[in-house]
């Protein structure tokens, strides 16, 4: 009877030290996960029609970068913010991707071959021919990685 009670209070030790472990490494991990890294929920950016606003409401902060739209995926170095950055209202736009073009000369991970070119087979040698493969396709009226 003495076992079973002193197994019982064992299990019982280990189970109570097990779930206040628990709690501490989610009371660490939460608020990472969620980006609290001192950005607020409301991003603001000046542009061409004055200032823009990106509102994350469940209220985490819009530049997460603990969340995986930040992180990269796979081995192609593009992660989600690569696409959608919160300077342009998490969206893309042909003016911001000509800037990143012209800033980046054709480098700006937007702008691997395997998804964001005419082909994958492109020939990105050069600015120049870099260029000819981010071209619009004029058959489409958008960019050829529709």
């Known amino acids: 009877m003495r076992v079973m009670?002193?197994?019982k209070s064992a299990v019982r030790r280990?189970?109570?030290i097990g779930l206040v472990l628990?709690?501490?490494?989610?009371?660490?991990l939460i608020p990472r996960a969620?980006?609290?890294?001192?950005n607020g929920p409301v991003f603001s950016v000046r542009?061409?029609?004055?200032?823009?606003?990106t509102i994350n409401v469940?209220?985490?902060?819009?530049?997460?970068?603990?969340?995986?739209f930040f992180l990269a995926l796979g081995t192609n170095g593009r992660s989600c913010v690569n696409c959608h950055r919160p300077e342009n209202n998490m969206t893309v736009t042909p003016a911001s991707l000509q800037e990143r073009f012209e800033e980046t000369g054709g480098t700006d991970p937007i702008f691997r071959t395997n998804d964001g070119s005419n082909s994958p087979l492109a020939d990105v040698s050069t600015v120049a021919a870099e260029s000819v493969q981010h071209a619009p396709d004029p058959d489409r009226g958008r960019?050829?990685?529709?």
């Open 58 to 68: 469940a209220g985490f902060p819009v530049f997460a970068t603990c969340n995986p």
């Open 143 to 146: 960019g050829g990685d529709q």
């Open 34 to 38: 969620r980006g609290e890294d001192g």
């Open 47 to 53: 542009n061409e029609s004055g200032r823009a606003r």
């Open 5 to 7: 009670r002193a197994e």
């Open 22 to 28: 628990a709690a501490m490494g989610a009371m660490i």
């Open 14 to 16: 280990v189970a109570a």
